[in-house]
């Protein structure tokens, strides 16, 4: 997660249009405990059933397919491979929220694993107790300040806020790795980040699952799942605990607990 080259203008006009973005964002409020700031829940229940019907008709299947037929050293090396990618940028956002300690030991972590580690097909920076910890511009923002903004579900992505997604748009346009390769390398690390996904997917199948297919609203279970690790990530970021601020706590299996949100 090589510098970007501002004097491209097909860069300027997004990244314009970005920090636009986030003016507005800046004005949205974090909600507490059990309460859910959707007031565009009907779209996005809309966006749900199409992520979910993908899932069904296509991500779960060739989750199975590739967790049955790849062996598990395979799979994971792949996965590591996508791990080290992603490290760059992580170390450009952890650098941004002032997390100097943590952007340097992944910088280590990245170093390793890329030369030892056989371009990061074996994790040897764990072994050598460098864990990797993770930053996105998302976090950026909420260290800076910045509310979450109103809930949003994406294509593909799944679930998000206004900050999140903006600060997803603005990590991709700003990532590292993704600005040196180009071509057949660009896509090669296309289809490295998409079979580590198919991992993930595979290796929590049962909970996926779960929440897709044995919960009464999968779409409000997936939503308050993802703003209480969400919340619990940023006040990490902040230097917290994750249990308060912009990290309250919930528990969505408490059987007190009640989505106002939910048919």
């Given amino acids: 997660m090589p510098a970007i080259e501002l004097q491209n203008p097909s860069l300027i006009r997004p990244l314009a249009l970005l920090m636009g973005l986030t003016a507005l964002v800046a004005c949205g409020q974090t909600t507490g405990v059990g309460q859910v ?3 565009m829940e009907p779209m996005n229940r809309g966006v ?12 779960r299947p060739a989750s199975k397919a590739y967790g049955t037929v790849v062996p598990n050293p395979l799979r994971q090396g792949v996965s590591n491979v996508a791990d080290t990618l992603g490290l760059p940028g992580v170390v450009v956002n952890q650098v941004l929220q002032a997390r100097v300690g943590e952007a340097t030991t992944n910088t280590l972590r990245f170093a390793v694993n890329a030369t030892a580690g056989i371009g990061g097909l074996f994790d040897v920076a764990s072994v050598l107790g460098m864990p990797k ?7 950026t923002l909420a260290v800076w300040g910045v509310g979450e903004g109103p809930y949003v579900e994406l294509p593909i992505e799944g679930p998000s806020n206004v900050r999140d997604t903006v600060g997803f748009a603005v990590d991709l346009a700003m990532d590292p790795v993704g600005n040196v390769f180009k071509g057949d390398d660009a896509t090669a690390t296309l289809a490295i980040e998409g079979l580590s996904r198919l991992n993930d997917r595979y290796r929590y ?37 994750g249990n308060g601020a912009d990290g309250d706590f919930i528990d969505p299996y408490e059987d007190d607990f009640i989505d106002p949100y939910a048919d």
């Fill in 133 to 139: 910890t993770d930053a996105d511009f998302g976090q």
């Fill in 205 to 241: 199948s049962d909970t996926v699952d779960s929440i897709l297919y044995d919960s009464a609203d999968s779409y409000a279970q997936l939503r308050l799942l993802y703003q209480q690790n969400r919340r619990h990530d940023i006040a990490k970021a902040k230097g917290g605990d």
């Fill in 37 to 39: 700031n959707d007031p």
């Fill in 48 to 59: 749900h059933a199409v992520n979910k019907g993908l899932d069904t008709a296509l991500v």
